[in-house]
């Protein structure tokens, strides 16, 4: 699609994040005929996976195919979309955006909007240990709805970074019946007895002691190493990274946080209004358990709402126009 700045840089909205909850957001906007502009970083969180499941009509469509698809849908309605990085925000009359424009120091230029859609998402941090980065989203996975129908009846290992974890191992038996659950940094001690009951019922062998990392055969992971040298045969490793929400733009406008096991995100009213008037957050910068189809909903939901919130805002005006008129 043709990338196109505009003739200004006033919008009645901008759109901060092109995953499937900012190009939702703006589909929506650009088909009620709203001048909307979207700013991508390109850094949707889903990049590592090959496919994205789940996704009624896309099931097994690849996140860029799935992204380039979004793009040049919002194009036919005339939403500008920028490849840039918005590293500012500051809200008065309307809302400013400050871009990077490609410069170290953030010297691009600023657009103007009525209303913001926050839908920067979120990343993974992955626990240090060795080989899980680089097959991540392959043989390394952390969500069983989105990989487990791909990986069904490997021998699964499950890597413990709390005791929640224990939450994922119960959970990944609905797909093999052969699972590991590595305590790595959990002692067994702070699982609860109803944890060791579950697991046991469940057919889940426990294995004390520290991963130092898999290992890695003909391009796929074969086994699971301890830091004392033993190996245990596995074939996917599901982990739980911890979720880093990019938030800031938001905490910059004053937006309400709320703190919750897996991360700090906005408070939010079902539609996605955040506590700032004009302000919405969207996708996972709102949520962590957003996947690609509801991070696609909450954006419709918001795109839809902000319509209504411009229209209404504009007849008031109109209104009370009208009526000071009438007075003179």
Not at 25 to 32: S, T
Not at 165 to 181: E, G, I, N, P, Y
Not at 237 to 266: C, H, I, K, N, S
Request: charge should be negative; hydrophobic fraction near 45%.
């Amino acid at each position: 699609m043709t990338e196109n700045h505009g003739a200004t840089d006033r919008y009645e909205v901008i759109v901060i994040g092109g995953g499937a909850a900012g190009l939702s957001a703006a589909l929506v906007l650009g088909r009620a005929r709203r001048r909307t502009l979207v700013v991508d970083a390109g850094e949707p969180r889903n990049a590592p996976a090959a496919h994205m499941q789940g996704y009624l009509s896309r099931d097994g469509m690849p996140p860029a195919e799935f992204l380039a698809v979004g793009r040049a849908e919002i194009a036919r309605y005339g939403v500008e979309l920028v490849r840039d990085r918005a590293v500012d925000a500051t809200k008065g009359e309307d809302f400013a955006v400050r871009l990077a424009g490609g410069t170290p120091s953030g010297g691009g230029r600023t657009v103007h909007a009525r209303q913001l859609v926050v839908a920067t998402g979120l990343r993974d941090e992955l626990p240090p240990v060795e080989g899980l980065a680089a097959r991540f989203g392959r043989d390394v996975v952390h969500c069983p709805y989105c990989h487990g129908w791909e990986v069904r009846d490997q021998a699964f290992g499950v890597l413990a970074t709390s005791p929640l974890s224990v939450h994922q191992a119960l959970m990944v038996t609905q797909w093999s019946k052969d699972v590991t659950f590595f305590l790595h940094t959990v002692a067994e001690e702070e699982l609860s007895d109803e944890d060791l009951r579950r697991l046991a019922a469940a057919g889940v062998d426990v294995v004390p002691g520290e991963v130092a990392g898999v290992v890695v055969e003909d391009d796929r992971i074969t086994g699971v190493r301890l830091t004392d040298g033993t190996v245990h045969a596995r074939e996917t490793l599901f982990v739980a990274p911890r979720a880093v929400p990019r938030t800031d733009l938001l905490r910059r406008l004053g937006a309400e946080m709320d703190e919750t096991p897996f991360g700090t995100y906005p408070v939010v009213d079902a539609r996605g209004l955040t506590t700032v008037p004009g302000l919405w957050a969207a996708g996972n910068a709102s949520g962590f358990a957003e996947q690609v189809i509801n991070s696609a909903s909450r954006g419709y939901r918001a795109g839809a709402a902000i319509n209504a919130e411009l229209l209404m805002s504009d007849l008031d005006a109109a209104v009370q126009g009208a009526e000071r008129t009438a007075q003179v």
